[in-house]
């Protein structure tokens, strides 16, 4: 059977990106056709500037989310990362094999570096060495398949190009996994400026659609979200990323075609309103699901137990065998 493993950080609340790029696809289809395991990773939330209790409470909320949209503790294995020390332990081998100037080419690490020094913060070493404890976390558990976004595209390849050298020199120990997509909205675009993506830790929220956000909230949004000056609704991410964007969203919410639907709207108002409302649909069961299960701490704290354990005993061996392929002694 199939391995999957994917992550999400609780850096801050999930969005419509995350959930569109990822979650959605995790719960419906890829917890049925695999072995698969999803991971809150805490972790990586601490690559940036960050407030402790607020990183617990979201990665609770993570956990509990995922739930709620529909992953099945009976299917599939939920957990937090920093539960399982495989992935710290698998890290700092992957740093040795990684080398300097490929995590610096890392988009995200550039983007997130540039920001942090122009506003006055000091870049921490995690974050360079981020897509380290990333591949580790995909390698640890000898993944066939990473279901994300587009934007982590870059990341898997690199966890590609490491197995494969850790592979080449050590001996045979990962399996090299590779990406995948949604076929709609695997980039989704923040609401106010669609040319850059809808990102949670993104400082003004007006542009994002956030999961637990309410019917109103969500319609809001929607209908202030930019578009173009143009008149003709037409899906065209380069000419007018805005309504593209749209198109997507209605698209991945009613399961239809983004450049089919776009020949059903003679204005923008009108695809900005059925936008909302399928949004507004879409979310209403992940929220009402999350009220209920939030209600229950003991229930989510159970799986989250029983999903590190397991976790726990994929990864061992796997990373016992790194450990002992890279000249490490055997603990006495
Ligand atoms: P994170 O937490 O930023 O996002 C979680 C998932 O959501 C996807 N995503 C989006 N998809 C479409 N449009 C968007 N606007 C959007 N925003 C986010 C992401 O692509 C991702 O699939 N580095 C990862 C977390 C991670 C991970 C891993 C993932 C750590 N270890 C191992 C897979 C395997 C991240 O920051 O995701």
Known sequence: MKRIFSGIKPTGHLTLGNYLGAVRRWVEVDQHRADALFSVVDLHALTVEHDPARVRRLSRQAATLLLAAGLDP??????????????????YLMECVATDGEMRRMIQYREKSGRAQASGQSVRLSLLTYPALMAADILAYGTDEVPVGEDQTQHVELTRDLAVRFNQRYGHVFTVPKATHP????????????????????????????LLDDADAVRRKVMRAVTDSGREVVHDRAASPGVANLLDLLAAATGGDPAALAGGYASYGALKKDTAEAVVELLRPVRE???????????????????AERARGMARPVVDRAYRAVGLMPAL
Do not use: W
């Open 74 to 91: 009976e299917r599939c294995t939920v957990f937090v990362q920093s539960h399982v020390d495989e992935h710290a332990r698998l890290s």
């Open 183 to 210: 076929e709609v909205a695997a980039r989704v675009m923040d609401l106010r400026d669609p040319t850059s993506k809808m990102g949670k830790s993104h400082e003004n929220g007006a542009g994002i659609v956030y």
């Open 289 to 307: 699901r999350h009220a209920e299960l939030a209600a229950d701490p003991g229930h989510v704290d159970e799986v989250l137990r029983l999903g």
